[in-house]
T-cell receptor, first 112, second 114 residues
Framework: SQQGEEDPQALSIQEGENATMNCSYK?????LQWYRQNSGRGLVHLIL?????REKHSGRLRVTLDTSKKSSSLLITASRAADTASYFC????????????FGTGTRLQVTL | GAVVSQHPSRVICKSGTSVKIECRSL??????MFWYRQFPKQSLMLMAT?????????EQGVEKDKFLINHASLTLSTLTVTSAHPEDSSFYIC??????????FGEGSRLTVL
């Protein structure tokens, strides 16, 4: 299965701290994406990083991709209580750019 | 991006009945939509790829006669859970694929089969 594994499964931090989530996958990819899901809701796209990119930023988000290790990380800086959600990485296999396989997810809890 | 509307958001039905879930792309002509299923505190599992004007492509292990998908227009795909049973209770989410490869999701439909 291509499904990614995310680490940690759950993360609890205080507001203002940074949160780092990791994602590992198994086969070659076209791109890797990160999504956020609030409880019982749909997913919201956060950032897409292509296989030829190594790092990407969007506001307080920083994503890295290491294709040699088949891994990616999502860093949320200066976290806020509103960042509390589940975060999923998703991979698109080479040649199938929009069919995504989702990782197991990290549940982030940011407390005041 | 694309704005995706999914309806109903919640549905409760009796075992043996069929339930239809609609997924609408409000501002994007979607030739491809994806249907996912999510169990509590688990990841999303791709069920099928819905292709406008043609048959859906189902993932391995997903019964096509159980989960009927119709994508008759560029703005609407429907998922019908036929003869629903309690084990079909889940969170079903549709998504629209755009040119960039990003997916835009509906808000999901929570199905409870009694």
């Amino acid at each position: 299965s291509q499904q990614g594994e995310e680490d940690p499964q759950a993360l609890s931090i205080q507001e203002g701290e940074n949160a780092t989530m990791n994602c590992s996958y198994k086969t070659s990819i076209n791109n890797l994406q990160w999504y956020r899901q609030n409880s019982g809701r749909g997913l919201v796209h956060l950032i897409l990083i292509r296989s030829n990119e190594r790092e990407k930023h969007s506001g307080r988000l920083r994503v890295t991709l290491d294709t040699s290790k088949k891994s990616s990380s999502l860093l949320i800086t200066a976290s806020r209580a509103a960042d509390t959600a589940s975060y999923f990485c998703a991979t698109a296999l080479t040649g199938t750019a929009s069919k995504l396989t989702f990782g197991t997810g990290t549940r982030l809890q940011v407390t005041l | 991006g694309a704005v995706v509307s999914q309806h109903p958001s919640r549905v409760i039905c009796k075992s043996g009945t069929s339930v239809k879930i609609e997924c609408r792309s409000l501002d994007f002509q979607a030739t491809t939509m994806f249907w996912y299923r999510q169990f509590p505190k688990q990841s999303l599992m791709l069920m099928a790829t819905s292709n406008e004007g043609s048959k859906a492509t189902y993932e391995q292990g997903v019964e096509k006669d159980k989960f009927l998908i119709n994508h008759a227009s560029l703005t609407l795909s429907t998922l019908t859970v036929t003869s629903a049973h309690p084990e079909d209770s889940s969170f079903y989410i549709c998504s629209v694929s755009t040119y960039t490869g990003e997916l835009f999701f509906g808000e999901g439909s929570r199905l409870t089969v009694l």
